[in-house]
């Protein structure tokens, strides 16, 4: 991903989990926020897939367990790694 994926990425990080402007999201995971729970999680999906105009297979969403792994699945769907 570029920079510019990299930081729409972390908005929808930011906005689908409730978090302030600015927040740290890099670092991430799954259950790491009360936010980020079972709901959270498929709201969050639902985000990235609509953000980035990608369909995520069952396999990517189980894997996308922190903000690291969903910037290396969103890449792969870019075309990137």
């Known amino acids: 991903m570029n920079l510019e994926q990299l930081e729409s990425l972390r908005g ?3 906005d ?3 978090l302030e402007t600015g927040a740290a999201v890099d670092d991430l995971a799954y259950r790491a926020l009360p936010a980020w729970d079972s709901i959270g999680h498929m709201r969050l999906v639902a985000a990235i897939e609509t953000a980035f105009d990608v ?3 069952t396999d990517e969403v189980i894997d996308l367990s922190s903000f690291a792994k ?3 699945i969103v890449g792969r769907h870019l075309g990137g790694a």
């Open 70 to 72: 969903a910037a290396a």
């Open 16 to 18: 689908t989990l409730d």
């Open 55 to 57: 369909m995520l297979d």
């Open 12 to 14: 929808v990080f930011r």
